[in-house]
């Protein structure tokens, strides 16, 4: 028996591993770590970085499903998860109320199989540093929005920790999370997050790491990797909300972050304006593009791209500016070995597991590569 009741019954089984036990966990996942690596011969293999096993998540996705007691908030198969022991208390008990107040008003779940209803779903982001919370509403169309702000004050009662709550318009019938179109019900547009002491600002479509604790683990780690190499100019691409380029600002080091969504970018340059750090510039731009038109060399660059890695053109690019060092974030160590392949010109001096996502197959791995 694991401590989840929802895998024990069957009910959910997102969490494939939770049944192991966590040592065992930790072993699959760097086993499988070495096994993709060891071709390249890294020099040092850095003890895993290790998580909570409950209440680590800081981002809860519910579906809304129509059910002839009211709507349903968790999976697709009318199974409500927002008891989920992923969630800390304070995030169930909001999703606990959230849940009963769209009943209240209301609210009709999408019906898939019917195409009918308004809600999709519900998205729930916590603050780890003050405990204050984003939700947002994916609609299929305008039509309760006006329900839905005529009864915010009530939600907001019941759950003061409700700061930033906004709707999202998605009206294709496709497993799409959200769409373009995002509106405010609430005059606060952003929660504040801090790690290691740094302010990193999250908005509703900009990417944040879902579990805190590890992340500012991981952006301590890679500070630490760049200040022992001291480059003079860092980039830093995929660079999201700027967690990595503002952990490793320093007076005299320039700083170049590369996102392509536009509200991470301005969360970046919030959280850059606050410190004061002027050597820093945070640029809207894929980077792909960036790569292809910067005439420019850096002594170093950090990338953190999605599952899908690099890919073959950022790599040869990569091998051209031929930076000294590289640091690679990724969440697909499979991607990860094969971009590695196509670095050709670069050596692995330091490997380290960050365990970003307990129960599952999945983690975060740094690398540290240096030109041969």
Not at 57 to 75: D, H, W
Not at 251 to 271: T, V
Not at 298 to 311: E, M, Q, T
Not at 321 to 331: D, F, G, N, P, R
Request: proline share 5%; net charge negative.
């Amino acid at each position: 028996m694991s401590f989840c009741s929802y895998f024990d019954t069957h009910l959910c089984h997102s969490c494939r591993w939770i049944d192991y036990h966590y040592a065992e966990q930790l072993k699959l996942k760097s086993d499988q770590l070495h096994a993709l690596l060891n071709k390249y011969q890294p020099n040092g293999w850095q003890k895993p970085v290790t998580s909570q096993l409950k209440g680590f998540r800081n981002k809860a996705k519910m579906v809304a499903t129509p059910t002839p007691e009211g709507i349903v908030l968790g999976l697709s198969e009318e199974v409500s998860l927002i008891d989920c022991p992923l969630y800390d208390l304070s995030m169930q008990k909001v999703l606990h109320s959230v849940q009963e107040w769209l009943r209240e008003l209301g609210i009709k779940g999408y019906d898939i199989k019917l195409r009918k209803g308004e809600l999709k779903y519900v998205l729930l982001t916590r603050s780890k540093s003050n405990g204050t919370m984003m939700l947002r509403f994916v609609l299929r169309s305008h039509g309760i929005i006006a329900r839905l702000e005529g009864g915010l004050e009530e939600l907001i009662k019941r759950s003061p920790e409700l700061k930033v709550v906004t709707v999202n318009i998605q009206p294709v019938h496709m497993a799409i999370l959200e769409g373009d179109e995002e509106i405010f019900l609430s005059e606060q547009r952003r929660l504040e997050e801090r790690f290691n002491g740094i302010p990193l600002y999250i908005r509703p479509k900009s990417f944040f790491q879902t579990n805190p604790d590890v992340a500012e683990k991981l952006y301590r780690t890679a500070s630490e990797w760049i200040d022992e190499i001291k480059p003079s100019r860092l980039w830093d691409l995929f660079c999201g909300v700027g967690g990595f380029a503002l952990h490793c600002s320093a007076p005299e080091r320039e700083i170049i972050g590369i996102e392509i969504e536009p509200e991470a970018i301005e969360c970046a340059r919030d959280s850059a304006a606050q410190l004061e750090m002027t050597n820093l510039r945070f640029e809207s731009l894929d980077a792909a593009s960036f790569g292809a038109n910067s005439g420019e060399k850096p002594d170093a660059v950090i990338v953190n791209p999605p599952r899908r890695g690099l890919g073959e053109q950022l790599c040869k690019w990569l091998e051209k500016v031929s930076a000294e060092h590289l640091i690679y974030s990724s969440c697909n160590a499979v991607t990860l070995a094969k971009d590695l392949e196509r670095l050709g010109s670069y050596e692995i001096q330091k490997v380290q597991l960050f365990d970003m996502f307990p129960h599952t197959e999945h983690y975060e791995v740094l690398v540290f590569l240096k030109k041969r």
